[in-house]
């Protein structure tokens, strides 16, 4: 079921965004919806490293890679 919902943006890039839309026989609309469902899609889909480590990380499950990555340089170094 499509639905409407207004944004607010430059009248520049409104105009430019309808150009393009137009040479590629599409509406601004689409263009940004299917922005938005890779957006989704792509951030639904990464995945961390340390989420393979299954067992010994427990800990750590909903640490980012570079959280995890921090403290164990922290542990090594601050010895």
């Not at 943006?9 to 922005?35: C, G, L, M, P």
């Amino acid at each position: 079921m499509k639905t409407t919902l207004n944004l607010r943006f430059d009248r520049n890039v409104i105009e430019t965004a309808k150009e393009y839309a137009s040479k590629k026989q599409t509406s601004v609309s689409e263009i940004v919806e299917t922005y938005l469902k890779k957006l989704v899609a792509r951030d639904k889909e990464k995945e961390y490293a340390s989420d393979k480590l299954v067992g010994i990380l427990k800990s750590y499950k909903n640490l980012t890679d570079e959280e995890v990555k921090t403290l164990y340089l922290k542990g090594k170094h601050d010895a």
